[in-house]
């Protein structure tokens, strides 16, 4: 191979020809049923960030071994020289997961950002990624991107997110409304995508109660900082999956989660609509963060931020809340939230959510309460992160950001109730997502901190995670999404259809 023609982690040319390329596709399909391709969003501009990540996989010691030979100008020098080049390697990572042996290894990254935060793929269109931009000093970013046939990710449009610090994104059950959360401003937007997976600019906004504080005050990120739940702040949108038609907003800054349906307009004249069908309220101070349901139990899972607990409910669907709802062009207005009517506490039996458990994610020895000062201000030495449910449906993991581990629990097959089996060290610091490979074999670990990912073994009898590999230099990594490789037959867009339009 000449010049140029060094291969990549999946053994595809820097310069291959076309003809190349689909030869290098079909080496990808000679897969094991783990072999997973993880997409993972990593921050680029902190300072835009309502959080301060820190990188630091940057900072050496300089009196190690390898470093004791040289002057202190030297090793100055070195460090300069590998912040640039983290710099350079900052954007969306695409990683290759072996399913027999768990390495990781980088394919592509791509120069897309700033910050993206979350990543999805659109249900029915292969070739489709969309991302979201965290920021808090403009409206957040919907990105439309197109995976292309050697995993390398080609910008092809932007709208507004709605708001600020988009967090989330998910779809409706017809798949023609994107629906954003906005993290800073607690605002929640509903896109709709043309035939070819294209967003629009959002047709509806929707506000939280309370989060006009924002467009009053202005407050600065050091203010949010002191006063985690002085306002609203919408954390994720997350659709039950039995009936695939409510969608439920978990709030941090309320310590609530509100149960909405999507009312969609017969033309695009009239824009679709939030329906608010139920509210729980759940104890002060917890701080929840995302919501995932059990596969087959009428279970679901919250982990709470502020506290680093898991309060698992039983869920309570009303039929009525399935009904046909009226299209929005027909409704007058929007329906507006009656919280004596539409709210419920979290021990109320009758409740859309009724709590029967709550468990820390910290072993005994970590477990701290959470403390408020006379401002308000909380602290903790470690703060959850994210939460998954084992594709087996038997376990269950959180992140544990600060005592940087995974938490794995084991799932009561009859009630869906949780057992703490261990704490297991994530591989790295502030462990902010992961996701499972294909199969379940495998979780890998977006470790913020250390700038990189790490990748374990899953047990099936136990659940307990066995640290494989750590793959490093993954800048900033704050979002982790898989996608099978068995699936990337489907990918049909080649790299050098610059001008290709979804």
Known sequence: MGAGGQLNALGLSSNHQKGERNNSFERINESHADDTVFIVGGYTRCELLAHTPKDESKIGDDDDEENASFSVEERKASKKEENEEMKSKAGVHVLSLDGRTGQLEMVTTNDIGPNVAFVTRHPTKPDVIYASTERIDVEGEVVTMRLTRDLRLKEIARCSAGGKSTCYLNFNKSNRYMMSVNYWDA????????????????????????????????????????????WPHSHCIVTEPYHNMLHFVVDLGLDRIFVYR???????????????????????????????????????????????TVSVFNVNVNDEWMEQLPLANEQPTMKTFDDEKDTKEESDETAALNVFQCISTLPEGSREQKVFTDRGVWKAASHASEIRVHPSGKFLYVGNRGHDSIACFKIDAEDGSLEFIAAVPSGGKCPRNFHFSANGGFVCVGNQNSSNVA???????SGMLELVHVRHSVCLPNYVYPIPKSTLDLVTSSDDDED???
């Not at 608010?276 to 701080?287: R, T």
């Not at 990748?455 to 009898?461: D, G, Q």
């Open 262 to 308: 999507v009312g969609e307009p017969s033309t695009m004249v009239t824009a679709p609509e939030f329906v608010c069908k139920a509210s729980v309220k759940l104890q002060p101070g917890k701080g929840p963060r995302h919501l995932v349901f059990h596969q087959t139990l009428k279970t679901a899972y919250l982990v709470n931020e502020l506290d680093s």
């Open 455 to 461: 990748s374990f073994a899953v047990c099936p009898e």
């Open 187 to 230: 605002k929640l937007a509903l896109i709709h995508l043309d035939d070819l997976g294209r967003p629009e600019t959002p047709n509806t906004v929707f506000m939280q109660p309370g989060a006009k504080y924002v467009d009053d005050k202005k407050p600065t990120r050091e203010e949010h900082w002191e006063f985690r739940q002085r």
């Open 500 to 502: 290709v339009v979804l």
